[in-house]
């Protein structure tokens, strides 16, 4: 498979999912300011925060309110990683690869483009959840119209491993918004109010029925200890590395245990890193500063793959996917160098190693 096609396919789907996340992430919030107290200013700064982009934020915008923080991340096209921009790499990335993927996977890509469009053009934030609940499915269907109609070769390794690098990193932010929400008001740790954010925050995360056939109470630890460590719901930070993993060795044809390249190895370790480590030792250390570290892990699996399969000459096409919080991503010069194959290009590393 040339390395054009496969950072084209991964990136279709990390941008989709980034989408959804996006529409998680700002859900989250909403659920949230639901249950707080009478005279509790809602806080919108925490989600720009989160996301590491406040320095662009105040580059554009004077206050952190609703529909400031709303435009910013859904419909901002100054904004690389707002639900629009989001949409419209995918696009684009899809129509470079028509050839490869499923008639049926380019249609689901195009109408959801168009929804969110329209939505951008009508300007309208009066329905938020309905709006953010289209954003949902519209990325469930692409997922499952991808299983379906694409042969589950290395394209689509590729395409199932970016969405589930994309989902660990959010699940991440998901949990940091309700950290930072609770800076400014520690009391509340441990009440009632607290108990119903962690309710509102498992329902975001679309966990809420998972987690309670599993668990009868909403504590704190074990809400992060689901999020994070459990191996069988698919947003889980544990699930998405383990299958990444699974992927990866898919694509490379190394056996287990094995690891031919960098992204490889640290995805192997990762992944073994949460299938030993437990809840107790994650708060023992501080759960906002693992959660830090988890999205620093990602962010250079992230920079591996791309220089393991998708940076062989540092073709246009691959960087054209880069933007200015895309895993921070080395930056490269262009170069008119014909896309590689990355199967030839596996085995040339295995053999060096």
Known sequence: MLSRVADSIYWLNRYIERSENVARFIDVNLNLMLDLPAGVSPQWQPLISVTGDLNQFNQHYDRFNSDNVIQFLCFDLAYDNSILSCLSKARENARSIREVISSEMWEEVNSFYLTIEEAANNRSFSNLPKFFSRVKMASHRFAGVMDATMSHNEGWHFGKMGRLLERADKTTRILDVKYFLLLPS??????????????????????????????????????????????????SIHFCLRESKHCIHQITNTPSGNWCNSAERSLGQLSSQLGY???????????????????SSINQIGNEIHSAFFAFGNSPDALSNQSSDDLQLQSTSLSHAPSAEITSSVRSQTSAS
């Open 277 to 295: 480590i437990t809840i107790d030792d994650i708060i023992q250390s501080g759960l906002h500063e693992f959660l830090e570290q988890m999205q």
């Open 186 to 235: 520690a009391e509340w740790v441990g009440t009632p109010l607290d108990r119903i954010q962690w309710m509102a925050l498992l329902r975001s995360a679309s966990a809420y029925e998972m987690y309670r056939k599993c668990q009868h109470y909403i504590t704190p630890s074990s809400v992060a200890k689901f999020l994070i460590l459990n191996s069988t719901f698919p947003r």
